[in-house]
């Protein structure tokens, strides 16, 4: 068996495993911890492949683990609710703390599929990590913060029956885009779209059943909003990730935008703190991950746009060195010289081999003297046909 295959394999069958514990074991606070450990595998399992393949850019691969991590950790809260007085809601906790994994998705399926995903990042790679910060902070206050304080959630429970299956199948296709490009690797997006497909089918049919009131737990249905944080552990430990994710040698472009994007990231958590304070919003909880987040995010936005200012400066210089190294130069003054210049080299400066000019041939010659008429003088009318001499400073027989 092809080495390539252990990972894939060992991981398919480990998450078979436990779903099948999940739906054997009698429903209970507990065997929920057989549904849970299945996203935390395949995040696990991910970080570990990061570790062995060392890709040009392991934070898009990180952050995919962390939003596996993220959803391992809103089925553990929603279990405990569900499993408690309240019994099960929808929407609920699940919800209210499932949202939360989908900006480092997000972010993660953006940089994967990049057309960059290669090249080397000549700045320090936090990009990612701000604009996560971002948007987990925008979520926070526009969906978790709400619950954590009353327990309510700014959507009725019909619509939140399509908001997981929208968020899955706007990741969908921003993996199947790269399908349509000759992708060399389009399969193993394939596998990466397929998963997200899946994932937002099965919580478009576990949410219209919660709705209608009859989901029941412990059952296959259940169970099938784990399959596909599991396909995506297999895609991450798949044997093409290593020429998918390897070094193509060049270096990214550095553009302007980036520096308005890291400025709007910056003003996003900003902006929510500063509006939280300006209308007197009263929650200790929000309040902290928000100004948690502007902090983080300054810190961080500052840092990389400092990288960014310098590595410029360092590009524009090496292109000003660059062109003044094409200019030939003269060899002792090592002043530019014009297209038509020809450089002469000393006898002590010749290379090792001998080379080769055209120098020409008299076609006819005639005898004068000076103007003291005692030397003679020969003059050459004309340009005949040339031949190569073998030289060290010009032309002529050595």
Do not use: K
């Amino acid at each position: 068996m092809n080495r390539s295959l252990i990972a894939p394999l060992a991981l398919t069958l480990a998450g078979a495993g436990l779903v099948a514990a999940y739906l054997i074991v009698e429903p209970s606070r507990a065997s929920e911890w057989f549904a849970v450990a299945v996203p935390a595998l395949a995040a696990v399992s991910i970080l570990i492949a990061v570790a062995v393949h060392r890709p040009m850019r392991p934070i898009p691969w990180v952050l995919l683990a962390l939003g596996l991590g993220a959803a391992a950790a809103a089925r553990a809260v929603a279990a405990r609710d569900w499993y408690g007085a309240d019994g099960f809601a929808f929407p609920g906790s699940g919800e209210a703390y499932g949202v939360l994994a989908y900006p480092a998705l997000f972010v993660a399926t953006i940089g994967i599929t990049s057309d960059r995903r290669r090249a080397r990042d000549l700045l320090a790679g936090s990009e990612p990590i701000i604009y996560v910060i971002a948007l987990t902070a925008l979520v926070w206050l526009a969906v978790t913060g709400q619950y954590v304080d009353d327990g309510t959630l700014p959507l009725d429970p019909r619509g939140w029956i399509w908001v997981f299956p929208l968020l899955d199948g706007l990741l969908a296709l921003i993996v199947l885009r790269r399908t349509s490009r000759n992708d060399p690797h389009h399969r193993l997006f394939q596998v990466m779209g397929f998963a997200f497909l899946v994932w937002g089918a099965a919580h478009a049919a576990v949410g219209w059943t919660a709705y209608q009131g009859d989901l029941e737990l412990g059952t296959p249905l259940a169970a099938a909003t784990v399959v596909g944080a599991l396909l995506l552990g297999i895609f991450g430990t798949l044997p093409g990730i290593p020429a998918l994710t390897a070094g193509s040698g060049e270096a990214s472009r550095v553009h302007w935008t980036q520096i308005f994007g890291l400025l709007f990231a910056a003003l996003v958590p900003l902006g929510a703190l500063i509006l939280m304070l300006a209308t007197g919003l009263d929650s200790t909880a929000s309040f902290v991950v928000i100004a948690g987040a502007t902090v983080s995010v300054i810190v961080l936005a500052l840092a990389r746009m400092w990288r960014l200012v310098d590595q410029v400066r360092v590009l524009t210089e090496q292109r000003g060195h660059d062109r003044h190294d094409q200019q030939p130069h003269d060899d002792e003054g090592g002043t530019p010289q014009g297209p038509g210049h020809r450089r002469h080299r000393s006898i002590g400066s010749c290379p090792a081999r001998p080379t080769f000019t055209r120098c020409p041939r008299p076609s006819s010659t005639s005898i004068s003297t000076d103007r003291s008429g005692s030397r003679p003088r020969w003059s050459w009318r004309g340009l005949g046909t040339s031949r190569r001499h073998a030289t060290s400073t010009g032309c002529g027989p050595r």
